[in-house]
């Protein structure tokens, strides 16, 4: 059995991001400033005000990448030392889900993976992006495999960082330890992050609560629905990953357009961390033809 601190486990809980693991620390990340040219607002859907940012310019022939952030994340904590680097030669929407950073959450309506995939594909429409590249990262990989699912012609080109698709993909002592997730054990960076950015902060303990429950009601994707996943998929996961590295070859097998990438000496909350070796991969992933991607 592997012992852990509290807030190591807390983060493999809500499956959140890098922290306190070792990372490469070489990509600049996000500032207090807003970043030069970057455009946000809220988008009015599905009953939500969901939060956004658009960073970097629109390049004819390279669709946007939206990026979908972790359980407890908001766009900083998931993606501030990467989505710089990713901007630079390509347009990229970043938004926080129901209840997370900027977007608040709605009373009486759960966090769930299915309804997250739904309102990804309606703010891509309300911002008139008829096809996107998806990049998610934990929770948000998740997601980014529910959209390509349920809205395929939203899709062109996937990344799924550290995600699920199997409840036997991360090993059975996480799922015990759900039983009793606690927002005193939540790491103290995401809950400041929430604090600082959130429109209603008193609303801190209910948002971990709902994550919480979402992990622990998570259902199986049919290996059918998987198989059925047309977009071309690099599937990328650490090698001490709270996702088994078996599960990412379980993942990659079943895809029809599939890559694997295994990032060495990389625990969960270290993936996001690792921009030397993320952006280009990324980058050329989705720099490909489609054909002959993948197998």
């Known amino acids: 059995m592997r012992t852990m601190t509290a807030s190591v486990l807390a983060k493999l809980i809500l499956l959140a991001p890098p922290g306190t693991a070792a990372e490469d620390t070489g990509a600049p990340g996000f500032t207090e ?3 030069p040219g970057m455009q ?7 009953g939500l005000r969901i939060y956004y940012e658009i960073h970097g310019t629109a390049r004819d022939g390279h669709p946007p990448l939206a990026l979908l952030h972790g359980g407890g994340d908001t766009i900083q904590t998931s993606f501030g030392k990467i989505l710089p680097l990713l901007a630079r030669g390509r347009q990229v929407i970043a938004f926080e889900q129901q209840g997370y950073g900027h977007t608040a959450d709605v009373a009486g309506r759960p966090f769930g993976f299915e309804q997250s995939a739904d309102d ?11 096809q996107a590249d998806l990049f998610g990262f934990s929770n948000g990989g998740t997601i980014a495999l529910q959209v390509a699912i349920r809205h395929p012609k939203v899709v062109r080109r996937l990344v799924v960082a550290s ?53 622990r009601a998570f ?19 650490g090698d001490s990953d709270v996702v088994r590295p078996e599960h990412a070859v379980e993942l ?4 029809p357009r599939g890559r694997l990438a295994v990032l060495p000496g990389t625990d969960h909350m270290a993936v996001m961390g690792r921009a030397g070796w993320l952006v280009p991969m990324v980058e050329e992933w989705l720099g490909m033809a489609d054909e002959g991607a993948g197998r």
């Not at 990804?120 to 008829?130: D, F, K, M, P, S």
């Not at 005193?184 to 008193?202: F, R, S």
């Not at 059925?228 to 690099?234: D, K, N, R």
């Not at 990659?252 to 895809?255: E, G, I, K, N």
């Open 33 to 35: 400033e807003t970043p």
């Open 40 to 46: 946000s607002g809220y988008a009015p859907v599905n």
């Open 120 to 130: 990804t594909a309606a703010l891509l429409e309300h911002l008139h992006v008829g």
């Open 163 to 215: 995600g699920l698709f199997r409840r036997s993909g991360a090993d059975a002592w996480l799922w015990a330890a759900m039983a009793n997730a606690q927002l005193e054990n939540m790491p103290k960076e995401l809950q400041e992050e929430y604090l600082k950015v959130a429109p209603h902060p008193e609303n801190l303990r209910s948002s971990h609560d709902k994550a919480a429950q979402r992990m």
């Open 219 to 237: 259902k199986d994707i049919p290996d059918a629905a998987i198989r059925g996943i047309a977009a071309p998929t690099l599937v990328v996961v």
């Open 252 to 255: 990659f097998r079943l895809l």
